[in-house]
T-cell receptor
Framework: DVKVTQSSRYLVKRTGEKVFLECVQDMDHENMFWYRQDPGLGLRLIYFSYDVKMKEKGDIPEGYSVSREKKERFSLILESASTNQTSMYLC?????????????FGPGTRLTVT | KNQVEQSPQSLIILEGKNCTLQCNYTVSPFSNLRWYKQDTGRGPVSLTIMTFSENTKSNGRYTATLDADTKQSSLHITASQLSDSASYICVVSAGNTDKLIFGTGTRLQVFP
């Protein structure tokens, strides 16, 4: 079974703090994604990566950065957390074989910025 | 603009009953459509994935249909169980990319 794990289930940070959210997958997937999920808005893509050290902006990258130093690990960084970044953050991974569409999600990290 | 709309927003049914959730999309070019189940406080888990040529796909008590002409999909749940209580999210993939367009979900509650 594919396993995607996230470093924390719940996180509380103060405004202005630097926040790291870690995601690890154990299936040697090339593609990894970071989403945020807010009530009434559905999941929105923040950043994604198709390979080590490679990153692409998603739909809402402002205020975020990412790092992918190893294939299995994809980190989301909030350089200076703000209250409007309070949200559920979901990591996902997928294999890059054409026609293979499955994205596997982690359990999520609920971040509260006060 | 690529969009996925789901209805109803929420639904309450009694255990053992059937229900149908709806998804309409305006995504072009269409690649595939997925239904995910998301338990409260958890990540989404895939139920079905359908490409353009498929119009029905089942996964146990879950049956998804796809009408690519009208750009509509439905998820039918048979003989509901308490464990079916969750949000069900319709997701469409555009073109030949791995970028997904998410609906806002239908929140289903099954009561005994």
């Amino acid at each position: 079974d594919v396993k995607v794990t996230q470093s924390s289930r719940y996180l509380v940070k103060r405004t202005g703090e630097k926040v790291f959210l870690e995601c690890v997958q154990d299936m040697d997937h090339e593609n990894m994604f970071w989403y945020r999920q807010d009530p009434g808005l559905g999941l929105r893509l923040i950043y994604f990566s198709y390979d080590v050290k490679m990153k692409e902006k998603g739909d809402i990258p402002e205020g975020y950065s990412v790092s992918r130093e190893k294939k299995e690990r994809f980190s989301l960084i909030l350089e200076s957390a703000s209250t409007n970044q309070t949200s559920m953050y979901l990591c996902a991974s997928s294999i890059s074989t054409p026609g293979s569409y499955e994205q596997y999600f982690g359990p999520g990290t609920r971040l509260t910025v006060t | 603009k690529n969009q996925v709309e789901q209805s109803p927003q929420s639904l309450i049914i009694l255990e053992g009953k059937n229900c149908t959730l709806q998804c309409n999309y305006t995504v072009s070019p269409f690649s595939n459509l997925r239904w995910y189940k998301q338990d409260t406080g958890r990540g989404p888990v895939s139920l079905t994935i359908m490409t353009f040529s498929e119009n029905t796909k089942s996964n146990g008590r879950y049956t998804a249909t796809l009408d690519a002409d009208t750009k509509q999909s439905s998820l039918h749940i048979t003989a509901s169980q308490l464990s079916d209580s969750a949000s069900y999210i319709c997701v469409v993939s555009a073109g030949n990319t791995d970028k997904l367009i998410f609906g806002t979900g239908t929140r289903l509650q099954v009561f005994p």
